[in-house]
């Protein structure tokens, strides 16, 4: 097999809180360098929440540790769950992929240098015809695409995904898997919150599922059996859990 592109990640005793809320409890889990690793959950279970930690961006305790293969961190991208445009923003998808990726202004243009790696990477999510739209006036699909085209400049060694698939059509879903085969098989590192659990058994190597806590972890493949999702969705369930453990 070919050496990971992607760092291997272990998160170690994370416990978040936010106010009196415990977000997460005590998360232990690690992502193997170059695998598709899909995190599933109720909502509010705390995925993005984990996302944010691993970005930086929340306060945890415990450790989050990431080991690159090389003497150098890669690159992350990050695709997140949604982006709100107001519909009159004067905004085209050209000038957000400009605002990712160029310090200069967008009023002033894309750059010379971003020109053809924004042209591939919308070519690539099939919206080059749209680069002119207005951000507000994309469809959710067509909004979701470009989140993912942002990701791809530069190429990440480390991809975050949010939900990615959920406002995609037919057509937008191939054009994801396209982009996670060609991950996989450059052995980029693919964190993935997803609620499509048949979606997850195909395409992830190994699944979490997270509620505040850590539910199950394995290969997707086995590791999805009716009994876990039932535990993992069901409020009710986890509720009887969670008495029988403080009983115990
Ligand atoms: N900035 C914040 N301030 C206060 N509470 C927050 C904040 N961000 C998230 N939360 C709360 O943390 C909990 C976990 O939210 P999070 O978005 O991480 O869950 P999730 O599993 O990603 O859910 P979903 O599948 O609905 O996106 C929720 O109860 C949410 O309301």
């Excluded at 929440?49 to 415990?62: T, V």
């Excluded at 107001?86 to 050209?94: F, K, Q, R, S």
């Excluded at 975050?160 to 995609?168: F, G, I, R, T």
Aim: aromatic content about 6%; charged content about 20%; glycine content about 10%.
């Amino acid at each position: 097999m070919s050496t990971a592109a992607g760092p291997g990640i272990a998160f170690e005793s994370v416990d978040l809180t936010l106010g009196h809320t415990d977000i997460l409890r005590q998360v232990n889990l690690r992502v193997q360098a170059g695998s598709v690793h899909a995190l599933v959950g109720p909502n509010g279970g705390g995925k993005s929440s984990l996302f944010k930690a691993l970005l930086g961006q929340m306060p945890h305790r415990g450790q989050i540790s990431l080991t690159w293969p090389g003497a150098l961190p890669g690159t992350v991208g990050y695709v997140p769950q949604a982006l709100a445009f107001d519909a009159g923003l004067p905004m085209t998808v050209m000038d957000f992929m400009g605002a990712m990726c160029q310090r200069r202004p967008v009023f002033l243009g894309l750059s010379p240098r971003w020109k053809a790696p924004v042209e591939q990477a919308l070519q690539q999510v099939g919206m080059w015809d749209k680069a002119g739209r207005r951000m507000g006036a994309l469809s959710g699909g067509e909004r979701q695409r470009v989140l993912l085209a942002q990701a791809l400049i530069p190429s990440p060694d480390l991809i975050l995904l949010d939900e990615p698939m959920s406002a995609l059509d037919e057509a937008g879903e191939a054009i994801f898997e396209s982009l996670l085969a060609h991950w996989r098989e450059t052995r980029v590192t693919v964190l993935w919150i997803e609620h499509d659990l048949d979606a997850v058994t195909r395409l992830a190597d190994n699944v979490t599922g997270l509620s505040r806590q850590v539910l199950f972890d394995g290969p997707a493949a086995e590791t999805l059996t009716p009994q876990r999702v039932l535990a993992l969705f069901s409020s009710r369930q986890r509720r009887e859990d969670e008495k029988e453990k403080a009983v115990a």
